[in-house]
Every structure is written in C-alpha cells, then in structure tokens.
C-alpha cells in the first residue's frame, strides 16, 4: 500500500478536534488535524502560531508532526524563517516573506533547496480561491451556543476541503519526488564537475609531458643541425683542399710536357671524384636543413593543437561550473 493511500485511509478516518491560535491571539476552530495540515501547506499556519485540542493547553503548531511544518529559510541577511510546509512556499514567496534568492531546509534531514529552482519546477501553484483570513472563527470566550454554532459551520466546511485534503497529499507527494529527482541531479552535476575537474587536470598533465618531449626533440634537432653545419664547414674546407690540389696538379700538368694518358685520366677521375663528394655534401646539407624545417612545422602544428585543446577544456569547465551555478 502507498503512502499516499495510507494517508488518504487516515484522512478519512475520525480525528480529534484541534484549535488554532494566531499570534494575535484570535482562535479558529474546531477542526480535524487534516484541516491544519491544508492550512499548513496553503502557509496560513505560521511560525509563531500555536495549537491546542481543548484550548487551555497550548504547543507550537511546528511541534505537531501532522502539520509536517519541517522546513526553514535562510534568508540574504542571515536571518531563519520558519518552520512552514514544503507546499506553503509558493504562498510564502508570494506573500513576501520568502524571497526568490532564499534557500530553504530541511530540518530533520538537511536537505537544500533553492527557492527559484523550487518555484521553477513545482507542480503546485497558490491556490487563489482560498483567502488569507482563515475559516469561521471562534474567539476565545464565546458561549457554549455560539461555540457549537461554529463547530457545526466548521463541520460543514471540513467536508468541504476534504476532497482539497486529498489533492494536497497528492501534490505533497509530487513535490516530495520533486525535491529527490532536484536533489539527485545536484549529486550527478557535482559528479559530473568532479570528473570534468579530473580530466582538466589529467589533460593539463598530458599537455606538459607533451611539451616537456617536445621541448626534447627541438633540442635534439638543434643539436643535430649544428652537426650538420660542423660537417657542411669541413666538406667546404676539404673541398677547397681539392680544387687548390687540382689547381697545382694543372700546373704541374702544363709545365710538364709529357703526360701520360693514365694521369691525365686520374687528374680526370680526381676532379671528377672531388665534384661528387662536393655535391653529395651540399645534397646532405639541403636534406638536413629540410627535414629541421618539417619537424619546425610539425611542432608549431602541435603547439596549435594543444592551444585548442586547452580552450576547449576551459569551455567545458566554465559551462559545467555555469549549470551547476545556475540550479
């Protein structure tokens, strides 16, 4: 059996009588304990009033569970108003004694709420077709006539709300489901901030040991394009070694009269020998020059990505930090 029904059972089932005193001590009464609770949730029982089944004895209305009167506001200037009914919020902010900006809290199980998101999501809106000043009214002192006079008035407007007794309890349910599915989904966007922290944090690591190798091979590249340049220095001396050879070598080719084919043909073969080794060198040096140009590029290409990937991450943050803000 639900809890809505069992209370439904209970609604219907004969309760003692109860009387309501208002701060400024006016009594309303008698009335069943299911009509207090509908006062409570339409916020016409307030903090400060108190209750009483044969008027002489008096509680805070709060202290009576069946009034369910288990919340608190917090308000901007520190201040707590309160207890009230979950369902006497609307009324309340409606009133004027709640603000928009308020929190309210449970205060049996902590439980937060914001009265905007409240307001928001609530099925439950004022019901504008029961006014402020509350059914028939008994003061305090009147004669017993007069007394059963209102009881039977109030008898006949109990049956009256009970049907909006009913419907409360199962709004009161809705609202209760309410509260879990907002208080459900504070618990998954905080998870999900969490987790959106975490891979920040694992990223921003990523990004550094990223840079940190990168960082590694520029200095490697640089290292290999002084090699490089060390080698090219000493091609070119060793080639001007050989065109001076060559240089003495024709000199000594045209003081000399006789030259036999096969030094002829080794001079040939030298300068021939010496113009390779020069071109090999110069091919080696344009290969080197191209390939510390490629990994110049490649790096600026990573660095252009990696830039991406830190905004990107920094929008998901600030729209996650945003959505949490905004409920």
Avoid: C
């Amino acid at each position: 059996m639900s809890v809505v029904h069992s209370n439904l059972q209970r609604g219907a089932a004969p309760v003692k009588a109860w009387y309501l005193k208002s701060s400024d001590g006016k009594i309303y009464g008698p009335v069943q304990v299911s009509v207090l609770a509908e006062w409570a949730a339409q916020g016409r029982i307030v903090p400060g009033n108190q209750v009483s089944e044969d008027r002489q004895g008096w509680v805070p209305a709060e202290s009576l569970p069946e009034l369910k009167m288990d919340w608190v506001a917090e308000l901007a200037d520190g201040s707590v108003y309160g207890p009230f009914h979950l369902l006497a919020t609307p009324y309340l902010h409606q009133s004027g004694a709640i603000p928009l900006q308020a929190r309210i809290i449970n205060r049996a199980t902590g439980k937060s709420l914001s009265v905007r998101e409240l307001l928001k999501s609530s099925p439950v809106q004022p019901d504008t077709r029961v006014g402020k000043s509350g059914p028939p009214v008994v003061e305090h002192g009147q004669t017993s006539a007069a007394a059963s006079a209102a009881a039977d008035e109030s008898g006949k407007w109990q049956e009256r709300y009970q049907e909006e007794h009913r419907t409360r309890l199962l709004q009161e349910a809705r609202m209760q489901e309410m509260v879990d599915r907002l208080t459900s989904e504070a618990r998954q966007s905080s998870a999900m901030l969490a987790a959106a922290e975490e891979k920040a944090q694992k990223a921003a690591a990523e990004l550094e040991a990223i840079k940190a190798r990168f960082s590694d091979r520029e200095r490697e590249l640089q290292a290999a394009l002084r090699r490089l340049e060390t080698e090219l220095s000493g091609a070119r001396e060793e080639a001007d070694s050989l065109r001076r050879d060559l240089a003495e070598e024709r000199k000594r080719s045209e003081t000399i009269m006789r030259t036999g084919a096969e030094r002829e043909k080794g001079s040939r073969d030298l300068a021939e020998r010496m113009q390779r080794e020069l071109g090999e060198a110069r091919a080696s040096l344009y290969l080197a020059r191209q390939q510390l140009e490629e990994e110049r590029r490649n790096g600026e290409a990573l660095r252009t990505e990696l830039q991406k990937k830190e905004a990107e991450w920094a929008r998901e943050r600030d729209e996650l930090r945003r959505r949490i803000e905004a409920q």
